[in-house]
Every structure is written in C-alpha cells, then in structure tokens.
Nanobody, 120 residues
C-alpha cells in the first residue's frame, strides 16, 4: 500500500522556521518526482518545491526561493522541507506528493497534509 505521511506542521510566528517531513512507503522513492504542494483557504493548490526524478534537480515557486529548502533521504524514503523566514502568506495545508514529473497533474500519490499557520 502506498502511503505518504506528512508531519512537522504547527503554529509559528512570522520570521520563524519549521521543518516538514514526509515519510513514504509502498513504492521506490527514487523512481519518482517528489515534492511539496500547499493550499490556503479559498485558493487553489500550488506547487511549492519539487525534486526531479530524472536528475535530482530542485525547483521552487518564486515566493519561497531563498527561504525554503527541499531535500530527501532516499535510503529512508523521507522528504523534507526546511522553511525559514516564514510569512503569514505561507499559511496553508502542506502536502507531500510523488509522481512522474514535477507537475501537479502528474502527481500520482498524495499525503493528507499538515497545517502550517504563521502568525503576524
């Protein structure tokens, strides 16, 4: 059974940091593009960051560049998102996902999400 389980969300003040983790099971992590998406109330889900399966390159949405860092430990089937200098607009449910390529429509597997709330 394929599972993606996120953890590490919570309440943090603006300027603070959080580290999200995603534990994957039931599939070979390194064969997939893996990434983080987020959804705020009333907004569509958006891609935050992703690691390509082809060459391991990383991509970030412009709004988090320089603040967030994605990483993975393929031996442990773990994905991480280090979030620094958090802003209230980063408040969202963050989802871990895996698929063929780093695009929303290509993601085959999704976690249930973890809530990040950034207070001003």
């Amino acid at each position: 059974e394929v599972q993606l389980v996120e953890s590490g969300g919570g309440l943090v003040q603006a300027g603070g940091s959080l580290r999200l983790s995603c534990a994957a099971s039931g599939f070979l992590f390194s064969d997939y593009a893996i990434g983080w998406f987020r959804q705020s109330p009333g907004k569509e889900r958006e891609g935050v960051s992703c690691i390509s399966s082809s060459d391991g390159s990383t991509i970030y949405v412009d709004s988090v560049k320089g603040r967030f860092t994605i990483s993975s430990d393929n031996a442990k089937n773990m994905l991480y998102l280090q979030m620094n200098s958090l802003k209230p607009e980063d408040t969202a449910v963050y989802y871990c996902a895996a698929g063929g390529i780093c695009e929303y429509d290509s993601m085959n597997y999704w976690g249930k999400g973890t809530l990040v709330t950034v207070s001003s």
